[in-house]
């Protein structure tokens, strides 16, 4: 079946950087688009970034110039480098495996991991 399991969360001061990754397994990695998604306490979860098959990229526009996310499919992992980080960037990180942007577009989530960016 689908799996989805991130890691590379954790602590962060702003300005800072973390890199978080997602390995898939249980479909053909390179046939599908994948994303991230966040979700901060007290908040809707929301789109972060996404990448299709061919490697076209897009992302919300708070993350823009700051965040970039990556695939590599022999590794059949998903990446998301983070730098510059803000306190406001302070969530729960999704992998999920997604044709669009918004929520309803996901097939498939991963279990999440946190990040926390403070001083």
């Known amino acids: 079946q689908v799996q989805l399991v991130e890691s590379g969360g954790g602590l962060a001061q702003p300005g800072g950087s973390l890199r978080l990754s997602c390995v898939a397994s249980g479909f053909i990695f390179n046939n599908d688009a994948m994303g991230w998604f966040r979700q901060a306490p007290g908040k809707e979860r929301e789109f972060v970034a996404r990448?299709?098959?061919?490697?076209?990229?897009s992302y919300a526009d708070s993350v823009k110039g700051r965040f970039t996310i990556a695939r590599d499919g022999a590794k059949q992992t998903l990446y998301l480098q983070m730098n510059s980080l803000k306190p406001e960037d302070t969530a729960l990180y999704y992998c999920?495996?997604?044709?669009?942007?918004?929520?309803?577009?996901?097939?498939?989530w991963g279990q999440g991991t946190q990040v926390t960016v403070s001083s």
């Open positions: 990448i299709d098959w061919s490697g076209i990229t």
């Open positions: 999920a495996k997604t044709t669009g942007s918004r929520l309803i577009d996901v097939d498939y």
